[in-house]
């Protein structure tokens, strides 16, 4: 991956709150092969059709233009972003470009047995997986699908030589918080990070799981009664807060946008699989990328409307306050 350069930094993209923009979440699908019961509804259908997808040569060119405006950090998100064909063929493609510092990808891991070693030697070290529970029929509950297709992912991306593999676990009342220990245990004996999120009320899904939110600081309470957690900190460009259980490896990172919001650090953006930009997580601040591109749009006139999209960023989200004001599912945003 290219290296920096003055010039670039120049050009680095600060929103109208002073927070510089250097990593973009970019979906390339909003299908998956799950159904968690937080994310989409139950018998869901209404994905969009991949003709409206950006194509790999668009999303080169969108990402090639956040890079040279400072963007140092892509994650590859959806959906499941594996439900994509060719996905090792783009991020091959990323990973060359000029200014790229890491590319990342979220999966929930079902089709990472067959595609790990591919996706490592394409240019992705790391990778986040999606995992809420260890037990085979309460995962079936969350997600419809089959716990051994994500816990052989995971293993075929460690004997890939994939680093840091982080485990995100949403915690929710009642469901799986009481797997909160043994996922700790499960990360220290496979040495993976461990992430813990909050839920969030996006669309009707995520407002129903709102009432199974667990603050997690209650959950970090729990977790000193057992573990000396000492400051810590991870490679990437997102939101947890870490700290190290004392005397191993094992780092614990607590993803908190509603007990203790980060949005004054907020460092980036994300972009649908068609196109369409969006500032916020829990904002609809957006900007469309795909009719000013199938226009034949130049790359200074791309690097401006990247520019004008950035200048909507708010100042933060508005999740306790207005919960009703987003009707768009997560897998509709991008991971």
């Known amino acids: 991956m290219g290296a920096t350069s003055d010039n670039d930094n120049q050009q680095a993209l600060i929103d109208p709150f002073g927070r510089q923009i250097e990593y973009l979440r970019l979906s390339v699908t909003d299908r998956c092969d799950l159904r968690c019961f937080y994310c989409l509804p139950k018998g869901y259908k209404d994905f969009t059709e991949p003709d409206t997808w950006l194509s790999?040569?668009?999303l080169e060119r969108v990402v090639?233009?956040?890079?040279?405006?400072?963007?140092?950090?892509?994650?590859?998100?959806?959906?499941?972003?594996?439900?994509?064909?060719?996905?090792?063929?783009?991020?091959?493609?990323?990973?060359?470009?000029?200014?790229?510092?890491?590319?990342?990808?979220?999966?929930n891991a079902t089709r990472l047995g067959k595609h790990a070693q591919e996706l490592q030697q394409a240019g992705i070290s790391r990778i986040n997986v999606s995992l809420d529970s260890l037990r085979a029929d309460r995962f079936r509950q969350i997600t419809g699908g089959k716990l051994d297709k994500v816990l052989n992912g995971i293993m075929a991306a460690r004997?890939?030589?994939?680093?840091?593999?982080?485990?995100?676990?949403?915690?929710m009342k009642g469901i799986n918080d009481d797997e909160v220990e043994d996922m700790v245990a499960f990360c220290l004996e496979h040495d993976l990070t461990l992430r813990f999120i909050e839920t969030m009320p996006m669309g009707d899904t995520g407002r129903e799981a709102s009432q199974l939110y667990i603050d997690l600081q209650t959950v970090r309470q729990r977790l000193e009664q057992h573990y000396k957690l000492l400051p810590g900190v991870m490679p990437g460009g997102g939101p947890?807060?870490?700290?190290?259980?004392?005397?191993?490896?094992?780092?614990?990172?607590?993803?908190?946008?509603?007990?203790?919001?980060?949005?004054?650090?907020?460092?980036?953006?994300r972009m649908s699989a068609e196109g369409t930009l969006y500032m916020c997580l829990g904002q609809d601040n957006r900007f469309e990328l795909r009719p000013l591109l199938r226009k034949g749009i130049g790359n200074d006139e791309l690097k401006?409307?990247?520019?004008?999209?950035?200048?909507?960023?708010?100042?933060?989200?508005?999740?306790t306050e207005k919960p009703q004001q987003l009707v768009r599912f997560m897998s509709m945003t991008g991971g």
Do not use: W
């Open 64 to 107: 090639a233009a956040f890079t040279e405006l400072g963007t140092r950090r892509i994650r590859l998100t959806g959906g499941e972003p594996l439900v994509r064909k060719s996905l090792p063929e783009l991020a091959q493609r990323l990973a060359a470009l000029h200014g790229l510092d890491d590319l990342s990808l979220s999966t």
């Open 240 to 269: 947890a807060r870490y700290v190290q259980v004392e005397g191993t490896d094992l780092r614990i990172g607590f993803i908190t946008p509603i007990s203790q919001h980060f949005c004054e650090t907020c460092n980036r953006v």
């Open 159 to 171: 004997d890939a030589g994939m680093a840091p593999i982080k485990i995100n676990m949403v915690v």
């Open 304 to 319: 401006d409307a990247i520019r004008a999209a950035i200048a909507l960023k708010p100042e933060r989200h508005e999740f």
């Open 56 to 58: 790999f040569d668009e």
